[in-house]
């Protein structure tokens, strides 16, 4: 299962990474063509960060399911919640207004796929180490 994880994950992280440059570089004419308002150019920039954490953390939320670790993967989610429900607020709050709102969205899809990685690189790592022992592939 540890290459599946492996394989998996590099290609969702290069088709990731593609789509979201593109969508950082292309953010006026997507503005521009798709909502006619090339002055949200900007916001639309920076929700290719959200692309990105997004689509990671998903992947890594079903790895967590398929090893059977739902406990973990809620843990995960609520933690993605409870950032943006106190970070997107209180960065309105303090006169950032809708920039705040979209920031504290997206910094809560990315420290919850962080999270969702390291417990992936844990995993992977484990599993490394329990091959070599005995020449069992786990």
């Known amino acids: 299962m540890k290459e599946v994880v492996v394989k ?7 088709i990731v990474s593609v789509i979201s440059v593109m969508n950082y570089l292309f953010a006026l004419e997507l503005s521009t ?3 006619e308002r090339p002055e949200l150019s900007y916001y639309v920039s920076l929700t290719a960060v959200l692309t990105f954490s997004t689509a990671l953390m998903n992947s890594s939320l079903s790895v967590i399911t398929a090893l059977g670790r739902m406990k973990l993967r809620s843990s995960i989610m609520v933690m993605q919640s409870l950032v943006k429900l106190l970070l997107s607020p209180l960065l309105v709050f303090v006169g950032l207004g809708v920039l705040g709102a979209l920031l504290g969205h997206i910094v809560s899809y990315v420290v919850s796929c962080a999270a969702g990685l390291l417990v992936i690189l844990n995993y992977i790592r484990f599993r490394k180490s329990r091959e070599g022992i005995g020449g069992r592939q786990t």
């Not at 998996?8 to 290069?14: D, I, P, R």
């Open 33 to 35: 063509i798709l909502a």
């Open 8 to 14: 998996s994950l590099t290609l969702k992280l290069f």
